[in-house]
């Protein structure tokens, strides 16, 4: 939202984004249960998908502040995989216990439930192998793309703190008339 205090199109496609990423995390965490997704799924995912690249490009001529907020956002996503993959290791997440609870409240808010999804296809090779060894891989490239985005906003956030630092360049500035 600018300062004139209207909302533009971009506000409304990024909450709209947002309803949409809450939605399809809720179904991937409800689908990815039984590992039984289904076309209808296949199609809202790949929705989500495009549309988190888009905002992905949306956001290279984003503000500090909001690149602070989806930096920190993607760190926070990286730190619950690896949370879910140290739990995994350390055999934290037997029965439904305060750790698995607070795991799944949080993977609402993040993009680990599509990307689990996304794991599940690319990886169908896990599926011979224990439940919690296919769920640790999952979380492993989970953690990997989390990471990469991280990385990637924490590198916007940067050149966006020295673009603001040095204020915009006025074109006519050091011109006699």
């Known amino acids: 939202m600018g300062d004139n205090k209207r909302w533009s199109a971009a506000d409304f496609a990024a ?4 309803a949409l990423h809450l939605y399809t995390s809720v179904s991937a965490f409800g689908y990815g249960l039984y590992q039984t997704y289904t076309t209808r799924f296949w199609i809202l ?5 495009v549309g988190l690249l888009v905002l992905n490009v949306r956001l290279v001529s984003g503000g ?8 920190w956002y993607w760190g926070f996503s990286a ?9 995994a290791e350390l055999e934290l997440i037997r029965d439904v216990n305060g ?19 996304f794991t599940w296809l690319l990886f169908q090779w896990l599926a011979g192998l224990p439940g919690m ?7 492993g490239a989970a953690l990997f793309v989390c990471l990469l985005h991280f990385l990637y906003f924490t590198w916007l956030h940067r ?6 630092a040095h204020g915009p360049v006025d074109p006519g500035a050091g011109t006699v008339e």
């Open 15 to 18: 909450l709209l984004w947002v």
């Open 79 to 87: 730190a619950l995989a690896a949370g879910v993959i140290l739990a």
């Open 99 to 117: 750790i698995l609870v607070f795991g799944v409240l949080c993977s609402f808010l993040t993009p680990l439930n599509q990307l689990l999804a």
């Open 133 to 139: 060894v296919r769920y640790s891989g999952g979380c």
């Open 64 to 71: 500090a502040g909001l690149l602070r907020f989806v930096k």
């Open 159 to 164: 050149r966006a703190k020295r673009r603001e």
């Open 45 to 49: 995912l790949g929705v989500w998908l």
